[in-house]
């Protein structure tokens, strides 16, 4: 599910796709540190699809392990991925600690990966070694996202990343590359179907959700992934407060990292689609809304909890598995005129995802916490496609494309749409196991 890392060996070279983090239940802890099942030092290039921890987590550690080689992504994501891997590094800091090792990487890693990073742009061509080329996909799912196509002798294969469903307001959509033979492929929503796809249908019901919570004096707490998710719905909230669909309240921001990334986002405004570039170009600040404030230190988070009054809160991390909102958390589950408004994907064992299946009462830092507060969940701010999306965006590759290897989803999500894609496209698709390997013509 998560720790995305693909190594493709063309005999004379081998490439890697993403090396990122296992997150989530904490049996995945250990993961982090275990050896690569490859020498670091033996890889001609690593290819990042996008700047999310589970895609580029162990970048660090693959340098810090030996890798020389040259890392290439989009310039976006090689601008989201420094603040987003410091801030990994912290964390990681403190799950050493807690398991009794050496932490994983530190902030010399992080620099000498940085040194051997090179960005390429969507649809430059790329000579690699062993007569490869690499080309750039726009994957829609965060800024800078990628789908990777490699290809060799007319053959062709490409590693999806993480496929965008079209909900962002901010981004392009997903394209669709044509006339590739293999597909490795995401498959977090492959067995959920998301029924409020609409854009309108999601800012009525962010709307509807901001209104309730202030018609009970509430706070409307919003865990959010500080890429993409933040600014999505800062963005959000912007137009409904712009066009007096709720009443202003203020909205604190309590996220170091989420800061960082609002500012990279608007240092690369190339990467919106046409229609934001425009307001950009026109002056219009897409992440200023009245009412706004940054929280910097963890004491003033405390101060926001506990202030009077309608509010929102957005903090991370996304799946209330450390980070701010875990105290924000503590302080307003008990609360049943508050919300926590659950916008993304939630990974098993995670506090969030027992948050969002409706648990009556959780453990925060050691002590019991009863859940009073409504718990509301907004499919449609999903960054990935959902089933019905997967298949279409399988169907619209069509020919040649003849081996599908389903990965990076929970095993039955894998399963359902690996048997879907077998029964609706007539496709051979597979789900590879962790480690597995499978030969293909390139
Ligand atoms: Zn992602």
Redesign the pocket.
């Known amino acids: 599910m998560t720790g995305s890392n693909f190594l493709l060996d063309t005999g004379g070279a081998k490439f890697l796709v993403d090396c990122g983090l296992f997150q989530g239940e904490h049996s995945f802890d250990d993961a982090n540190w275990m050896p690569f099942p490859f020498d670091p030092s033996s890889i001609s290039y690593l290819i990042n699809t ?1 700047a ?1 921890i ?2 580029i987590g162990r970048i660090p550690k693959l340098v810090k392990d030996g890798y020389r080689g040259r890392i290439i992504s989009t310039e976006a994501t090689r601008a989201l991925a420094e603040p987003m891997l410091l801030d990994a590094m912290e964390l990681s800091r403190k799950t050493a600690e807690k398991i009794g090792k050496e932490p994983l990487y530190d902030e010399r890693d992080i620099a000498q990966a940085m040194s051997q990073w090179d960005t390429v742009p969507y649809h430059k061509e790329v000579t690699l070694p062993d007569g490869v080329m690499l080309e750039f996909f726009n994957s829609g ?2 800024l800078g ?1 990628a789908m990777a196509k490699f290809s060799r002798g007319g053959k062709s294969i490409v590693f999806t ?2 496929l965008g469903g079209g909900n962002s307001p901010l981004l392009p959509l997903c394209e669709n590359p044509k006339g590739i033979n293999y597909l490795v492929m995401e498959s977090v929503y492959g067995d959920k179907t998301q029924a409020d796809k609409e854009r309108s249908t999601r800012l009525n019901d962010l709307a509807r959700v901001i209104k309730d919570t202030a018609a009970r004096n509430g706070t409307l707490l919003i865990p959010a992934f500080s890429t993409e998710r933040t600014q999505d719905i800062l963005f959000d909230i912007r137009e409904l407060f712009a066009t007096n669909a709720v009443q202003h309240m203020p909205v604190f921001l309590d996220s170091p990292l989420a800061q960082k990334i609002t500012e990279s986002y608007l240092r690369y405004p190339q990467y919106f689609n046409a229609q934001m570039q425009r307001r950009v170009e026109e002056g219009e600040k897409l992440f200023e809304l009245p009412g706004l404030r940054y929280v910097h230190d963890a004491m003033e988070s405390h101060d926001v909890s506990s202030s009077q009054g309608p509010k929102i809160i957005i903090a991370g991390s996304g799946m209330s598995n450390g980070g701010r909102v875990v105290a924000h958390e503590a302080a307003i589950l008990p609360d049943k005129n508050s919300t926590v408004l659950i916008v993304g994907y939630q990974a098993a064992g995670s506090l969030g995802r027992k948050i969002a299946e409706g648990a009556k009462k959780v453990t925060i830092k050691g002590k019991p916490v009863p859940v009073r507060a409504h718990v509301e969940t907004i499919y449609s701010y999903s ?2 496609m959902d089933s019905g999306q997967l298949l279409e965006f399988v169907e619209k590759i069509g020919e040649p494309l003849h081996d599908i290897f389903v990965t990076m989803g929970e095993p039955a999500s894998s399963a359902f749409l690996a048997q879907r894609i077998r029964d609706y496209a007539g496709l051979h698709a597979t789900v590879p196991a962790e480690g597995g390997s499978a030969v293909i013509e390139l």
């Open positions: 996008h999310h589970d895609h799912h965060i996202s990343g993480d960054a990935h």
